[in-house]
């Protein structure tokens, strides 16, 4: 549906995007990550045409973005609906005002009864039904959150465009607003792209993930492999957890294990069938949205490095020898 071919944008004489290519399905849930100043905002701006590129290409379906004069690129911008961090609700509206302002600015009768109808069933939708008339000062931040999720909903677009959208709650309103993104991308069919610096988000509803760090794209894939196979230091540096407490002595081995694998007591069998001892330096369970991975560091004496790696290898474990 949106295809990102190397895209190119300079502030003044700071280059913010370096050449960015990713593409997002019709109808997935597609998470964009990276560091504060990556440059995930800015190039979530240049998909809906709030912003130009300076070279490259954006192409939706497939209209190309740079061939649009400004009519062309606002009716593209029909076709998507924004959410931020803010929210940015206008305190002296109600709720559904708010949810009716889109259109009102494309010229549509927000009364109406088809508009009446339309909305009513939004707020149905986000679970606000008994906030019809209330103003953004008597809300909750997540319940600002859905009013700003029907707003950008009102005018039936195909692709919704969130930036930070759950940044600014806690980590169980964060689980409601999510279920809820994956609930419209069911139920309704809407493409969903999620600008996110929280691996949480990514993990619990993307089904593919770009990290983005300074202006590149370092690796695209499903969130797991991400994880799992970082490739790269800055990539592990930002997801992982836990590792900066490892013993300096000896070799420190992330061990990995899914729904495949974790049925044999490999650690324990290794430990046995190696005659050797490890100690468990950290452990934990990472939910991603349709399996769990288990992940295990091991500390282990340089001269069992070789056999270690060999045993996991024969047992199909994923692994890597963290520096
Ligand atoms: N309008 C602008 N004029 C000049 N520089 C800008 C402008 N917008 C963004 N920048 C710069 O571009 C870089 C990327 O900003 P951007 O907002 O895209 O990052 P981000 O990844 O969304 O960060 P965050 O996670 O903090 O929201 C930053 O260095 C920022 O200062
Ligand atoms: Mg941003």
Not at 108 to 125: C, F, G, H, V
Not at 194 to 215: N, P, Y
Not at 238 to 247: D, V, Y
Request: aromatic fraction near 6%; include cysteine.
């Amino acid at each position: 549906m949106i295809t990102i071919d190397n895209v190119r944008k300079t502030f003044q004489d700071l280059e913010v995007l370096k050449g960015v290519s990713l593409s997002v399905n019709e109808h997935e849930i597609y998470g964009i990550i990276g560091q504060s100043g990556a440059g995930k905002s800015t190039l979530l701006r240049c998909i809906n045409g709030l912003e130009s590129f300076d070279s490259g290409e954006i192409l939706v379906d497939n209209t190309h973005l740079s061939s649009l004069d400004r009519t062309g690129l606002r009716h593209i911008q029909k076709r998507m609906g924004m959410i931020f961090q803010g929210f940015n609700l206008l305190e002296r509206l109600d709720v559904y005002q708010n949810i009716a302002l889109p259109m009102k600015f494309w010229g549509k009768n927000p009364n109406s009864a088809e508009a009446r109808e339309k909305i009513t069933k939004l707020i149905d939708l986000v679970g606000l039904k008994d906030k019809l008339h209330a103003k953004p000062k008597e809300l909750s931040g997540g319940q600002k959150q859905r009013v700003a999720i029907a707003r950008a909903l009102v005018l039936d677009p195909e692709l919704l465009l969130c930036d930070e959208a759950t940044s600014a709650l806690d980590p169980e309103i964060t689980k409601g607003i999510l279920s809820l993104l994956q609930k419209i991308n069911k139920e309704l069919g809407i493409t969903i792209i999620i600008v996110t610096h929280q691996m949480e988000v990514v993990k619990q509803i993307c089904e593919r993930v770009a990290f983005l760090s300074d202006g590149s794209v370092l690796k695209e894939g499903r969130p797991e492999e991400l994880f799992i196979k970082p490739e790269r230091d800055e990539i592990r540096s930002f997801l992982r957890e836990g590792s900066e407490n490892l013993p300096a002595e000896g070799v420190n081995i992330a061990l990995f294990f899914n729904d495949d694998n974790n049925t044999e007591p490999v650690v324990t069998e290794m430990a046995r069938t190696l005659d050797t001892d490890f100690s468990i330096c950290w452990a934990k369970l990472e939910d991603f949205r349709t399996s769990v991975y288990g992940s295990l560091v091991i500390n282990l004496k340089e001269k069992d490095r070789e056999s270690v790696c060999d045993y996991l290898d024969k047992k199909k474990v994923l692994w890597e020898v963290l520096s």
